[in-house]
């Protein structure tokens, strides 16, 4: 079962440019996680943020939460081409031991 | 070794078929996950495994019959499938939940049905 949306479902931007990327989720979590996959790919993760968190950085990624609006945001700055990729939200609901659920994606276009 | 392995990387079986997905990983995890994912859909979970013991099945059909003989190793037997589970069949893990941190995927058992 998917447990949240991603918006938008695809972007496409230049190489230098922001990209944004939305999830909003439906029932309480216990940590969000966000990942990455290349066309057809394993997946591999990228960042998590705890419940508690507000926003966290790695690198050229800064990731937001707000549990108030079941909603988390993705920020990749000065992208490269190399960026190209799927990237999906994954929350372990509350009381979900061992659940990762992830929503539907957004695949991103870096253009050089 | 941060590495899960998954063999094979291409499987092509008929529906009376029976053969089977393995997956290794040699970090000391102790949960390992399969998930399936469609073309240009996000992976759903399939069944979790908690030291060694099934602790989550996500109502999945009988034809799909996990095994995990050991701490390093998953299997997913398959039997009598429909084309429509072709998929690419991902395996996991993650050092003890998903509550504590991030699960390393292999790169995948892409499955064909005829």
């Known amino acids: 079962s998917q447990q949240g949306e991603e918006d938008p479902q695809a972007l496409s931007i230049q190489e230098g440019e922001n990209a944004t990327m939305n999830c909003s989720y439906k029932?309480?979590?216990?940590?969000l996680q966000w990942y990455r996959q290349n066309s057809g790919r394993g997946l591999v993760h990228l960042i998590l943020?705890?419940?508690?968190?507000r926003e966290k950085h790695s690198g050229r990624l800064r990731v937001t939460l707000d549990t108030s609006k079941k909603s988390s945001s993705l920020l990749i700055t000065a992208s490269r081409a190399a960026d190209t990729a799927s990237y999906f939200c994954?929350?372990?609901?509350?009381?979900?031991?061992?659940?990762?659920?992830f929503g539907a994606g957004t695949r991103l276009a870096v253009h050089p | 070794d941060t590495e899960v392995t998954q063999t094979p990387k291409h499987l092509v079986m008929g529906m009376t078929n029976k053969k089977s997905l393995k997956c290794e990983q040699h970090?000391?995890?102790?949960?390992m996950y399969w998930y399936k994912q469609k073309a240009k859909k996000p992976p759903e979970l399939m069944f979790v495994?908690?030291?060694?013991?099934?602790?989550i099945n996500e109502s999945v059909p009988s034809r799909f019959s996990p095994e995990c003989p050991n701490s390093s190793l998953l299997n997913l037997h398959l039997h009598a499938l429909q084309p429509e589970d072709s998929a690419l069949y991902l395996c996991a893990s993650s050092q003890t939940s998903a509550l504590d941190g991030e699960l390393f995927f292999g790169e995948g058992s892409r499955l064909t049905v005829l």
């Open positions: 495994y908690s030291y060694e013991k099934l602790s």
């Open positions: 029932t309480s979590i216990n940590n």
């Open positions: 970090m000391g995890h102790r949960a």
């Open positions: 943020i705890r419940s508690n968190e």
């Open positions: 994954a929350t372990v609901p509350w009381g979900g031991y061992n659940k990762l659920i």
